[in-house]
């Protein structure tokens, strides 16, 4: 009797939904209930003005329900809210309908992604969100497929491949949808592929365009003249390779210059000595690019980072909005990508307008202030030498979620200022199952002038209060670890962010005073976001670390759910999480028997480059991927082999690397991981 209620309950929600449609889209800035689409808004802006909640009362903000996963790995999606209907995805691609009052599932998909398809996954096997038209969800799943989606039962309407199975990409971002056609990228830059966006028909799944983003391979011919022009700043055999360039995640969308705003991400491999023999912009890496989205219609670009060569993608959130400048009204693109400097760009013409670093950054000595183009600091391309650069392959700021609020007429940007070493890697072959950047790990020195300009920074991860205009830093917020999440901004002069320490805080928009925070026992990682329903405002987020968070950002004592979660608040709300079972001390494995025969040295040097990636630096792992130190594989040959060069555990993420490592080679690893789990 209680499942036919719950199912007659769960009908009526759905089946009020009205259908998302072009003229839905566009009011979407003056509707308060619904977060129609990944930004909230066609401009990204990711600003709601919903000011129930305000700095008056947030400190009375109480959790209304939770909602658990099924997963341990990392959640990054930002929710769709429509006609009281919550939209989410969790990792592996999962998507789930819930009743946005209450955090009742209504519904689930499983796209059933193959677990060994996690191996190609740059960065854990998340998923973004979705993106709706009509009566339907779309998803872009790990393994490439585009799926549609019933928006009232969840079963499956059609499915796409969009990419080639026999390569290594992968979707983790969220589609947008632009008058029926659903634009969708991937991802797989460090994979040896070659980027490009798509779109689709809603109504059949048919491909309407793909614009690639790096030239292929000229004796084939180019798609279209906008190649043509590119491959002239490209060198050698890059094709390859692949070329990199994926379009893992940003987009935007102005309807009135009808443009489809799209970042681009680093090049592959990293290093541009081995990708184009140190020569030419490689152009569109690491660009913002304008297409018509009817079409695919390459209209401009703007390049960040010519030549790039540290993984300084421009594929980080791209906001739209109109300032004043030098007295005179512009329409402009805003963006912070990983290259640390923060860019104003006319987004009718894709004219610089002006640029500064909002961290501290050594690649450059500064940027053209007629082009936008830097100046390059020759010890830090680390041809003859190793160099520290600053910032590191992390970024000044990664995909995390900025946000823009027309009230303050600030941009807040969830920052970090690190630096990485980077050393060419004279020996670099293609390989498979593993990263190809070019970067050699290596203990060797650094050039000592990287390593002492690296130093003057002051390190460390924030969220920036920026103005935009005057391109100043207004407040900051100073956090003890890096990885903290997206933000959302309110008309109640608030800025909401999850932190890695499993905090949801919210500070004052003006100020930066931090007014409320919330224990959520897991790290809220991607963008909230906020609606309203039966007169009440909620605040809503995901909980669960996973993605790039480094070793260290949570202790490994630190007690933590062990499932992600949706989280949702509002005044008054009655709800409490369960309590935390305390973690355990682990133990390492018994190694008094391994008889781990292999060089140490040797297998030191084969993890960093092949298993590091996953396991973390040093076999420290802090995420769900097992911290191998404390593995009882690593006690048997046998077992170790098994997992490591015969795939034993294909479908739970760990692929065999049978065509990477020879079974000595996993010996030698395995007597380094005995060394550590001795050491502990």
């Known amino acids: 009797m209680q499942g036919a209620i719950l199912a007659v309950l769960a009908h009526s929600t759905l089946a009020g939904a009205a259908d998302v449609d072009t ?112 009566n339907r969800l779309f998803v872009g799943t790990l393994d490439g497929r585009l799926i549609a989606l019933d928006r009232a039962t969840g079963k499956l309407a059609w499915s796409v491949q969009t990419t080639d199975p026999a390569k290594r990409y992968t979707i983790t971002g969220a589609p947008r949808v632009i008058a029926g056609k659903v634009i969708i990228g991937n991802g797989g830059g460090e994979m040896g592929v070659r980027g490009y966006v798509s779109a689709y028909d809603a109504n059949d799944g048919k491909m309407a365009w793909r614009f690639y983003t790096v030239p292929g391979n000229p004796k084939d011919g180019f798609e279209s003249p906008a190649l043509e022009r590119a491959a002239k700043t490209w060198h050698g055999e890059w094709w390859k390779y692949g070329g990199g360039g994926t379009v893992w995640d940003s987009m935007a969308y102005d309807p009135q210059l009808d443009l489809l705003y799209i970042g681009v991400g680093n090049g592959s491999p990293w290093n541009h000595q081995i990708r184009s023999k140190g020569e030419g912009d490689n152009l569109y890496l690491s660009s913002i690019v304008a297409l018509r989205p009817s079409s695919g219609e390459y209209v401009w670009h703007f390049q960040t980072t010519p030549a790039e060569s540290w993984d300084f993608t421009a594929t980080q959130h791209i906001i739209l909005a109109d300032l004043t400048i030098d007295g005179k009204a512009r329409k402009v693109l805003m963006q912070a990508p990983k290259n640390g400097f923060f860019y104003v760009i006319d987004r009718a013409t894709g004219e610089f307008i002006h640029a500064k670093n909002y961290v501290h950054v050594t690649w450059t000595t500064g940027l053209d202030p007629k082009t936008g183009r830097p100046g390059m600091v020759p010890e830090a391309r680390y041809l003859r030498e190793p160099a520290m650069v600053s910032p590191g392959p992390l970024g000044a700021h990664n995909w995390y979620p900025m946000s823009f609020s027309p009230q303050t007429q600030l941009a807040y940007i969830p920052a970090l200022e690190a630096s990485s070493y980077y050393k060419h890697d004279d020996g670099f072959q293609f390989r498979d199952r593993t990263w190809n950047t070019g970067i050699q790990i290596s203990r060797d020195p650094a050039n000592a002038k990287t390593v002492a300009d690296a130093a003057k920074g002051k390190g460390g991860a924030m969220l920036l209060a920026w103005d935009p205009v005057a391109q100043r830093e207004v407040w900051r917020v100073n956090y003890q670890r890096a990885g903290n999440g997206g933000l959302l901004t309110t008309g109640g002069k608030l800025v909401f962010q999850g932190s890695v320490d499993g905090m949801f805080n919210a500070y004052a928009a003006d100020t930066g005073a931090r007014l409320w925070s919330q224990d959520v026992q897991n790290a809220i990682l991607g963008g909230p976001v906020t609606f309203e329903l039966d007169g009440e405002q909620y605040v809503t987020a995901l909980a669960g670390i996973g993605g790039v968070a480094v070793a260290g950002v949570l202790g490994a004592s630190q007690p933590r759910s062990k499932y992600g979660r949706v989280v949702t608040f509002k005044i008054g709300g009655k709800a409490e999480l369960p309590a935390l079972i305390s973690n355990t001390t682990r133990k390492p494995p018994d190694v008094r028997r391994a008889n781990a025969e292999g060089n140490i040295a040797s297998g030191q040097r084969t993890y960093d480059n092949v298993c590091s990636v996953c396991h973390g630096m040093n076999a420290r792992s802090e995420t769900a991927i097992p911290d191998l130190r404390y593995s009882n594989a690593i006690v048997s040959r046998d077992a170790f082999k098994s997992i490591v060069i015969d795939g034993e555990r294909a479908s739970k993420g760990m692929v065999g690397f049978g065509s990477t490592l020879t079974p000595a080679q996993a010996e030698e690893i395995r007597a380094y991981l005995v060394s550590l789990a001795v050491a502990l």
Not at 37 to 43: E, K, L, P
Not at 78 to 105: C, H, N, Q
Not at 120 to 133: E, I, Q, T
């Open 23 to 134: 003229a839905r889209l566009l009011a979407a800035p003056g509707n308060n209930a619904d977060w129609l689409t990944h930004g909230r808004t066609y401009d990204e802006q990711r600003f709601s003005p919903l000011a129930k909640i305000h700095q008056g009362n947030v400190n009375e903000l109480k959790l209304a329900w939770f909602y658990e996963f099924d997963t341990t790995r990392g959640q990054e999606a930002t929710p769709l809210v429509i006609d009281g209907v919550m939209y989410v995805t969790s990792s592996w691609s999962k998507v789930f309908a819930l009743d946005a009052r209450t955090g009742r599932e209504l519904w689930r998909f499983d796209p059933k992604v193959d677990g060994a398809k996690a191996i190609d996954a740059c960065c854990d096997v998340v998923n973004r969100g979705v993106a709706a038209w009509g």
